[in-house]
């Protein structure tokens, strides 16, 4: 499960890099708009759409590693419920407690 956390978190970090290097040229397009240079414009929108395009196929490859990762996760909970039900709805009766006991302070 260490693993899972650790690839997550590793892709997370690279969408954001990816992110910010679309916002950065973003940012960079709108000052050069500014001095309306024909050549500079083209070159960086086109290098913005590129972004753009890596920056939407990294986040539905993460979304569908974190969709498989929650299937995997679900299984073997029903899996483990299965095999010992009584621990399981001890756990969820002492959540429930729990959950009501703060409920309740309000």
């Known amino acids: 499960?260490?693993?899972?956390?650790s690839d997550t978190q590793v892709n997370k970090e690279k969408?954001?890099?990816?992110l910010q290097r679309v916002i950065s040229d973003a940012e960079e397009l709108l000052h050069a708009t500014a001095g309306?240079?024909?050549?500079k414009?083209?070159?960086m929108r086109e290098r913005i759409r590129s972004n753009l395009m890596d920056a939407r196929h990294k986040l539905g490859d993460l979304e569908?590693?974190?969709k498989d990762k929650t299937k995997e996760v679900a299984r073997a909970t029903d899996d483990y419920?299965?095999?010992?039900?009584?621990?399981?709805?001890g756990a969820a009766v002492g959540?429930?407690?729990?959950?009501?006991?703060?409920?309740g302070r309000r």
Not at 15 to 18: A, I
Not at 81 to 89: F, G, N
């Open 1 to 5: 499960m260490n693993d899972v956390a």
């Open 15 to 18: 969408l954001v890099r990816d």
């Open 36 to 39: 309306q240079t024909e050549g």
């Open 41 to 43: 414009l083209v070159e």
């Open 64 to 66: 569908d590693k974190v």
């Open 81 to 89: 419920v299965h095999e010992h039900p009584w621990p399981a709805i």
């Open 95 to 103: 959540v429930g407690l729990v959950i009501g006991l703060l409920i």
